[in-house]
């Protein structure tokens, strides 16, 4: 079985989007990347936070704009919510609950890995016990607002442990494993 996986591009100084929830700022930095497209080659489904699936999308007013990973990658996504749309979303299922959301993803991912998208979501799997792995895009910007990484006020500390560190064409990847 795959891993449950939370990957994001970040600024150097920690926001995966601006202000707002602006996403535009990525745009500079999307394109070819081998180390991205091996990412994604190894994806078999997403579990997508609310807030991620209806929010800025850095592909915006473009063909791209909707698709996972700019249209580079096609499957079963799982979005939690607790307010699901009144009309379908293809290729999508509607969750209200991380349990399910989860156990959904992982059975459709099959061998592959669940590619987490969102801070929360992200959040939530960490505290649940859920998250195998980290894999974060540190992009050459510094943003100074907007949505962190991780948000865990009152947390308590989580080792993680470093895998793998690989140059893309326009980031650095840092693949971390969760150690509890």
């Known amino acids: 079985m795959g891993k449950l996986v939370y990957s994001a591009s970040m600024s150097l100084d920690g926001f995966i989007a601006g202000a707002g929830g602006d996403a535009s700022w990525m745009t500079e930095y999307l394109g070819p990347d081998p180390v991205v497209d091996d990412v994604i080659s190894q994806v078999g489904a997403l579990l997508v936070g609310n807030r991620t699936f209806r929010g800025d999308d850095p592909h915006r007013d473009t063909p791209r704009e909707g698709k996972p990973f700019g249209g580079g990658w096609e499957g079963p996504q799982f979005v939690v919510t607790h307010h699901p749309p009144g009309t379908p979303v293809p290729g999508v299922t ?87």
């Not at 442990?161 to 509890?180: I, K, P, S």
């Open 94 to 180: 509607f969750v209200t609950d991380l349990a399910s959301g989860v156990a959904a993803a992982k059975a459709a991912a099959g061998d592959k890995n669940v590619n987490v998208l969102g801070a929360s979501i992200a959040r939530q799997c960490l505290d649940a016990g859920l998250l195998d792995e980290i894999l974060v895009f540190i992009t050459p910007v510094l943003l100074g607002d907007g949505t962190r990484l991780f948000e865990r006020p009152g947390g308590g500390k989580i080792r993680l442990q470093r895998l793998r560190v690989a140059e893309g064409a326009r980031m650095t990847a840092l693949w971390l494993r969760v150690a509890g």
